[in-house]
């Protein structure tokens, strides 16, 4: 049996040059296993996951398992974005309700070490501020000592994950906050940065000043 290891975009597996290098020398029909995965994968789509394929070489027989995809491309998927904050600390990319960190800790939850949930929802806030999300609009330092106070023991407890759409009205009302003040401090930065730029270019061609000039 040979195992061959893929990271795949759900539902949207392509028959690329990664996958014919590995699945072309098996002799399977690599039509219909693109096909399966994309089956198997549908209810991840827009998600970047691995999949491993286990081949039979003798039946030419492929098995397919789905694992689970990495914490940060779940909470994208929550979000509706693609890319995360390049500077977490500066820059907001959206704002979690606790009720979504419970539904990707619940999708990751299976996957992890720890046989306790709390420490499951605990690692999704670690992600959450690594991509930089808000959680609830706080910061995620705030939101972990809400909880280690019991603050959202009932959601947690009962795995709530539906989000109320006044709540969520509200949490989005909030970002658009962030995101619009963020948006002028970065017009700023870049209207600063571009006269820095103007500046040394000026300086770079002005000619040297003469020996009387000097005097």
């Not at 827009?46 to 394929?53: A, E, F, K, R, S």
């Not at 808000?134 to 603050?151: A, H, R, S, V, Y």
């Not at 959202?152 to 709540?167: G, H, N």
């Not at 003040?181 to 870049?190: G, P």
């Amino acid at each position: 049996m040979a195992v061959i290891k893929l990271m795949v975009e759900g539902g949207n597996m392509t028959p690329g040059p990664a996958v014919a290098q590995q699945l072309g020398p098996m002799g399977v029909n690599m039509g219909k296993v693109i096909s399966d995965v994309n089956e198997a994968t549908q209810e991840f789509k827009g998600v970047t996951l691995p999949v491993h394929l286990t081949v039979n070489a003798d039946t030419k027989e492929v098995t397919i398992k789905v694992l689970s995809p990495p914490t940060s491309e779940l909470i994208k998927k929550e979000l509706g974005i693609e890319k995360a904050s390049g500077a977490r600390l500066k820059q907001r990319v959206g704002n979690f309700a606790v009720e979504q960190v419970i539904s990707v800790a619940k999708a990751k939850h299976d996957s992890m070490l720890s046989n306790d949930f709390m420490a499951t929802i605990k690692s999704v806030i670690g992600t959450c501020q690594a991509l930089g999300v808000l959680i609830e609009n706080k910061e995620t330092k705030e939101i972990m000592q809400d909880i280690n106070e019991g603050k959202f023991a009932e959601e947690i407890s009962a795995k709530k994950t539906d989000v109320d759409s006044e709540k969520r009205k509200a949490l989005d009302d909030y970002f658009a906050t962030i995101a619009e003040k963020q948006e002028a401090v970065k017009k700023e930065e870049d209207a600063e940065k571009a006269a820095e730029e103007e500046k040394k270019a000026a300086n770079a061609v002005a000619p040297e000043a003469t020996p009387e000039a000097k005097k």
